[in-house]
């Protein structure tokens, strides 16, 4: 199915109405043939524009080879507002190669009207014109419009057949089945059409998945045609056979199989000796409610997102402003572009926003061995990032401490992160449905263990885990489209197919003049219908809708907030050193009295307090007053917020966002005085107070070691030097005494 219109550019207010959802099928007829051994291989892609915006790309439906009479299987679904004039758009096309670009490819003719059109006027047939506004020559369009009705059933059938006719000389038949229902016009429209099975008289084509609407209409009485092909590769495939049934006598199939006699009546009026041209069978039929994305996510269900990066030599010398790994102070590169794009709508399914961040393909600190499965923050141990920000920041760390190197290996990363999905699919027995991986691959080539790769990725499909790889930089990528199952079913070397499509791979170049959502909805268009079948696989329901109560802090009954670090914290429960403690209060006790209200001391000016989450509780992860003892960096402030921007994540030395700034307070501000935040309860004071502590205040020592550069006392700027934390506790690494 076409990926559904979401909106773009002049998307619905909040108040918009959408009254239903419509479903489109299209098929021409007497296209131009702009081959010349053979027939063109047509493709219809759908445009779509509201309230006089920019024609949006919907979709698109599969490429038929060499034909100029396409019935396409695969249907678009758009929402539908009747207030609304829905500009749209259907183009055909020859395409002639895998990439997503149409520039490449011949222009067959198009067809321009409004979605009100369509829905008031199916079967709608007008003649394909060309951009000139001349006729494609005969060539015709004709689209059927359907409601699609929300909380609708689902059919899975599995089909197989026996003895089919053979209607190859030399060979084997190589049959596919397709699936049609009655039209009000009294026509045969194509619902589904199955893979090919090559050389098999006794094929078994993977489950047809569709809704019962789709399949019938919702009328399970209503006949369906079942027909049989051998596809030959000049387009001219050959009839075996058909038969008709019904949704009603298919689920008979649950209990045991249903065999059909498939007839081909052409040459059944030629021989009256003739019997049949084999057997259809149904093996199960079962329909079940269909359950939502959004259903999975309102039952609490979490989207881990992990990021993997290819660190292999031929990037080019991250030096040079040539390569693809380049840090320019004033433009992401195509990589930290591609992270930002995606991370930003996956960390919104993800409460504590804490991502992995791996690396492939580089000799690393400090043996610099080659390895092609590393924390980009070097802490293997605890390979998170606080936020997109958290990646970001790392990345450009990493990129200075590593040497690009080689080959490019991927299946390690795909193994990593498959055996936390393995465990998330392990605990589903007590939690339901509550985990789905999402790994994002970046590289800028062809894989080296693409057999290695195709293993890993049909051992993925079998749990929850989706799998994109953005082609980054102008390489040759058509080996890459191989992994995305658009184009045929995935095999690993051993010759097993995937259990579902998991893979969606664009090239970052096909987006480098759009917008970050652009990509964003490109990339991610598929993963609701990938986290649907996963579950629907499992025949596991979305957990009950969560209630999250809320309580503001000072609200009667709410408990006090605690003082100092948060128990469950590691270091818990010392005292966090607050700025501007109260005389003689020792640590940073809560600003005014027993019972005043909740603001952590040294939060940024005009930041009134934490939202009210307790310690402890989700959300109250990004405390301001240091990080936990034993932590590896200081999660520190909200993003976005004052002060959180001096975070020691991989900022080098001397590099804008490496400044000396207090954690939480900026400089100058009242808060920001006397004391590193973080000093742990009965500690000594640090040893590099900073600058500006008032001449005899305790701690005004000398500077410790680690000060940033331009501190007095700071280190030289060493290159790939590792940046020091401001104000991290002495147990912290990089705070030596």
Not at 23 to 28: G, K, N, Q, T, Y
Not at 29 to 48: E, G, H, I, T
């Amino acid at each position: 199915m076409a990926a559904p219109y979401y909106g773009g550019a002049g998307a619905p207010a909040a108040t918009d109405q959408c009254l239903s959802q419509v479903e489109l099928r299209v098929e021409c007829r007497n296209l131009l043939n702009k081959d010349v051994m053979s027939k063109s291989d047509p493709c219809a892609v759908m445009f779509m524009s509201r309230r006089g915006g920019h024609m949006d790309e919907v979709g698109r439906t599969e490429n038929v080879k060499n034909s100029l009479d396409p019935k396409f299987a695969k249907h678009f679904t758009v929402k539908y507002y009747f207030e609304e004039v829905q500009k749209v758009r259907i183009a055909v096309y020859d395409l002639d190669n895998s990439t997503p670009s149409l520039g490449d490819d011949d222009f067959l003719g198009q067809v321009d009207c409004t979605l009100g059109e369509l829905v008031s006027n199916s079967p709608y047939t007008k003649p394909l014109m060309l951009r000139d506004g001349k006729r494609a020559g005969n060539s015709s369009i004709t689209i059927r419009a359907q409601e699609v009705k929300e909380g609708g059933e689902m059919a899975q059938i599995f089909f197989k057949a026996k003895k089919l006719e053979n209607k190859d000389f030399l060979g084997k038949s190589d049959p596919y089945l397709e699936l049609q229902r009655p039209t009000p016009d009294g026509s045969w429209q194509i619902i589904h059409r199955t893979e090919v099975v090559k050389n098999d008289l006794n094929p078994s084509w993977r489950p047809v998945s569709l809704s019962v609407q789709s399949l019938c209409g919702g009328n399970r009485q209503q006949s369906i045609k079942l027909d049989v092909y051998d596809w030959d590769s000049d387009g001219s495939h050959d009839f075996i056979g058909g038969c008709s049934t019904t949704l009603e006598e298919m689920v008979k199939a649950s209990g045991q199989e249903i065999t059909l006699t498939l007839i081909n009546p052409a040459k059944q009026a030629k021989k009256k000796s003739y019997k049949n041209s084999g057997m259809l069978i149904i093996s199960s039929c079962k329909v079940t409610k269909e359950y939502t994305f959004l259903e999975y996510i309102f039952g609490g269900m979490q989207v881990n997102f992990t990021v993997g990066i290819d660190f292999t030599g031929s990037n080019g010398n991250p030096k040079q402003p040539t390569s693809l790994h380049y840090i320019d102070p004033y433009r992401p590169n195509e990589y930290m572009q591609a992270i930002r794009a995606v991370g930003d709508v996956c960390q919104d399914y993800d409460t504590d926003k804490m991502f992995p961040a791996l690396g492939f393909g580089a000799r690393i600190p400090p043996n610099m061995e080659v390895s092609h499965e590393f924390a980009i923050n070097f802490q293997p141990q605890n390979p998170f990032c606080a936020g997109i920000d958290g990646v970001l920041q790392a990345y450009a760390n990493c990129i200075r401490c590593v040497q690009l190197y080689g080959p490019t290996n991927v299946a390690p990363i795909i193994h990593h992160v498959a055996r936390f999905a393995a465990d998330a699919q392990r605990e589903e027995g007590s939690k339901g449905a509550h985990a789905y991986f999402i790994l994002l691959l970046l590289t800028d080539g062809v894989l080296s263990d693409m057999g290695d790769t195709k293993s890993a990725i049909v051992q993925a499909s079998a749990l929850p885990m989706s799998l994109i790889i953005v082609g980054v930089g102008n390489a040759d990528f058509d080996a890459m489209n191989e992994l995305d199952g658009d184009n045929g079913v995935l095999r690993a070397p051993s010759g097993q197919p995937v259990k579902r499509d998991i893979v969606q791979f664009v090239p970052f170049r096909e987006f480098k003049q759009s917008t970050a959502a652009e990509l964003a909805r490109h990339v991610l268009a598929e993963v609701p219908r990938q986290v649907v079948e996963y579950y629907k696989m499992r025949g596991m329901k979305p957990n009950p809708k969560r209630e999250t109560p809320t309580q503001p802090i000072g609200a009667p009954g709410a408990q006090p907030p605690p003082q100092g670090a948060p128990p469950t914290q590691p270091g818990g429960p010392p005292q966090w050193q607050g700025q501007g403690a109260p005389a003689g209060q020792p640590g940073g006790q809560w600003q005014g009295q027993p019972g005043a209200q909740p603001q952590w001391q040294g939060a940024p000016p005009g930041q009134p307090q934490w939202q009210g989450a307790p310690p402890g509780q989700p959300g109250a992860q990004q405390q301001w007053q240091g990080a936990p003892t034993g932590q590896p960096q200081w999660q520190g402030a909200p993003p976005g917020q004052p002060g959180a921007q001096q975070q020691w994540q991989g900022a080098p030395p001397g590099q804008p966002g490496a400044q000396q700034q207090w954690q939480g307070a900026p400089p100058g501000q009242p808060g920001a005085q006397q004391q590193w935040q973080g000093a742990p309860t009965g500690q000594p004071q640090w040893q590099g107070a900073p600058q500006g502590a008032p001449t005899g205040q305790p701690g005004a020592q000398p500077q410790w070691q680690g000060a940033p550069p331009t501190q007095p006392g700071g280190p030289p700027t060493q290159p790939g030097a590792p940046p020091q934390g401001q104000g991290a506790p002495p147990t912290q690494p990089g705070a030596q005494p």
